[in-house]
C-alpha cells in the first residue's frame, strides 16, 4: 500500500488548468511538512509548494507564485495542488512529499543525501502542451 498515492495529472493545452492529489497514510500526514515538487528528465527535483503541518507556513516557488495553490483536505488525509494557467514548462512529473523537517527548510535539505527526511509518492505526469 502506498503511502503518498498522487492522482490528477495529464495533458492540458496552454493556459488551462490541472487539480492533483495526494492521498497520504495516517503515518505520513503529520509530517511536520507536506508538499509538492516536481522534476524533468535530466534535471534535479524542484519544490513547488510546501505546506507546514504546525503553522500557517506556506511557500510557492517562484514559477509557482500566482498560478498554484496547494490546500489539504484534513478529513481525507490530501493534499492538493490546484494549478492555472498552465505553461509548457510547467511541464514535469509532479511529486507529492512528506517531509519530517520544517517547511523553511526544505530548500536546503532537498538536494543534501540524508535519508529519513523526504518520503515521496510514485509521481504524477503533467504534460502541457503550447
Known amino acids: 500500500q502506498q503511502e503518498l498515492a498522487e492522482s490528477g495529472g495529464g495533458s492540458v493545452q496552454a493556459g488551462g488548468s490541472l487539480s492533483l492529489s495526494c492521498v497520504v497514510s495516517e503515518h505520513l500526514y503529520s509530517a511536520r511538512c507536506m508538499g509538492w515538487f516536481r522534476q524533468v528528465p535530466g534535471k534535479k527535483r524542484e519544490e513547488v509548494a510546501v505546506s507546514s503541518s504546525v503553522d500557517a507556513y506556506t511557500h510557492y516557488s517562484e514559477s509557482a507564485e500566482g498560478r498554484f495553490t496547494i490546500s489539504r483536505d484534513n478529513a481525507e488525509r490530501m493534499l492538493i495542488l490546484q494549478m492555472k494557467d498552465l505553461k509548457a514548462e510547467d511541464t514535469a512529473i509532479y511529486y507529492c512529499?512528506?517531509?519530517?523537517?520544517?517547511?523553511?527548510?526544505?530548500?536546503?535539505?532537498?538536494?543534501?543525501?540524508?535519508?529519513?527526511?523526504?518520503?515521496w509518492g510514485q509521481g504524477t505526469q503533467v504534460t502541457v502542451s503550447s
Open positions: 512529499a512528506a517531509v519530517m523537517a520544517d517547511c523553511r527548510s526544505t530548500l536546503q535539505l532537498l538536494h543534501i543525501p540524508t535519508g529519513g527526511i523526504f518520503y
